[in-house]
């Protein structure tokens, strides 16, 4: 299989899903090879560089695409498998923004407390030994953690004609930050609009489940996909599919919306699978499904429900589809 490699000039970078002329027209089956910036923008490189003197919030988050793919329709099924996702530098960044992250103030939980410390934290990635080094900034401590790259953002245009941040999630997808966004994972998307127009970007070199202060370890990253395009089925929230697990995200506010939404997408999905009367659906996964909360922070909150195929009945999903991309994707060897 050829892999087609697209790395965005900077004025190429989109920072809304809809909104924004595909970079390119790609074909159902079709590898790319993706380069895409980090959450920052490349504005955080040390720790003397503080967000609120650098990030400008029109430029955050950008993403590579949008991609145009033939044949896609609204209503059909986007599939995207994760090949590698590779941290692209040496290092990653993180921060404190003020009035932003879940335990201080912000402009939506607004207190009279002053924000938290704008502070900037800088990881050293060992590619090697496959980790990333934490140095304390307000004392000596440094422990070295496994690097476990995922993207934050991942998305197809919502539908209406609307315009969407980046820094939304939403039914379209968007900036979910959940770590199973991750190589050997296969996405599900709704497609909306003609041609789908999906985009990545916001590169995590590792990130607690929550993303309590609004930031992971930020960096620029390597992204091989391999894109399928199923007709019809169109899921109402995204999903995900690996090889240990059926999964939902549902983004919302409150915290509890997004819950239910993931819940519930999850028993339709599980209706689909096994043929399961919806209460019958309900009552099962109310027993094994485990709940990672994937942020707090954001402009919706994001949470995936994961329920995991070893306990379950084999099942395929979308005619295999899952199945089908990981065996396309051992094809392709070293990538």
Known sequence: MD???????????????GGVAPVMTVKPGAVLRLWSEDAFNHTLRSVQDLS??????????????????????????LALHFVSVEPARDWGASATIPFFGGLT???????????????????????????????????????????????GTVGVAPGANEVRTSLVPERFGGNMDTPQM??????????NVEGAL???????????????????????????????LIKG?????????????WMAIGSARPLEDAWRIGQVELVRWFEQLYGLHPMDAYQLLSQVTEVPIANVVDANYSVPVKARKALLPAAEAFGGMHRELRQRAAELGTV
């Open 198 to 228: 999906f985009s990545i970007g916001d590169g995590h070199y590792r990130q607690g489940e929550g993303e309590a202060c609004g930031t992971a370890v930020e960096g620029a990253m390597n992204t091989t996909l391999i894109v399928e």
């Open 233 to 245: 089925g169109a899921p109402a929230w995204p999903r995900i599919e690996d090889d240990d697990h």
């Open 3 to 17: 892999v087609v490699e697209f790395t965005p000039r900077f004025e190429q970078l989109a920072y809304t899903f």
């Open 105 to 151: 103030s912000t402009l939506l939980t607004a207190t009279l407390q002053d924000p938290l410390p704008d502070t900037t934290w800088i990881y050293h990635v060992d590619s090697a030994r496959r980790t990333v080094g934490f140095q304390a900034r307000f004392g000596e401590f440094s422990v070295e953690l496994p690097l476990a790259p995922m993207l």
């Open 182 to 191: 991750r190589a050997g994972a296969t996405c599900f998307l709704g497609v």
């Open 52 to 77: 609120s003197e650098k990030i400008d919030l029109r430029y955050v988050n950008p993403q590579t695409g949008p991609f145009y793919v033939e044949g896609a329709e609204p209503g059909d099924t």
